[in-house]
């Protein structure tokens, strides 16, 4: 069990999934349970193809897409998803919440 898992099992009180990119695209988004769902799509360069496509299947399911990188000019964040990482220009783009 790895330690998102864990962690969620233990603290939270909604139904969650913890898959990653590959089994979520995989499984396609039947995990995804449509408009109330909430999918936090996590990428270092944020650029990675398996999580950039994992987040336009949530989006197409009609889920919230959370995307978490460090840089908040890419392929994952699009104009509708709040990212929570850096911009290196030190830039923001809406919704964009530096860490």
Do not use: C, W, Y
């Not at 499984?27 to 999580?51: C, D, E, F, K, Q």
């Not at 964040?77 to 964009?96: F, L, M, Y």
């Amino acid at each position: 069990m790895d330690s998102t898992r864990f962690l969620l099992d233990r603290k939270s009180t909604v139904r969650t999934t913890v898959l990653n990119s590959s089994e979520f695209v995989s499984r396609g988004p039947a995990p995804v349970g449509g408009p109330g769902s909430l999918v936090i799509a996590a990428s270092h360069s944020a650029n990675t193809p398996a999580t950039v496509e994992a987040a336009r299947l949530a989006r197409a399911a009609r889920a919230s897409v959370l995307a978490a990188s460090r840089d908040a000019t890419s392929q994952l964040a699009k104009p509708d998803t709040p990212v929570a990482g850096s911009n290196p220009s030190g830039t923001r783009s809406p919704g964009q919440t530096n860490l």
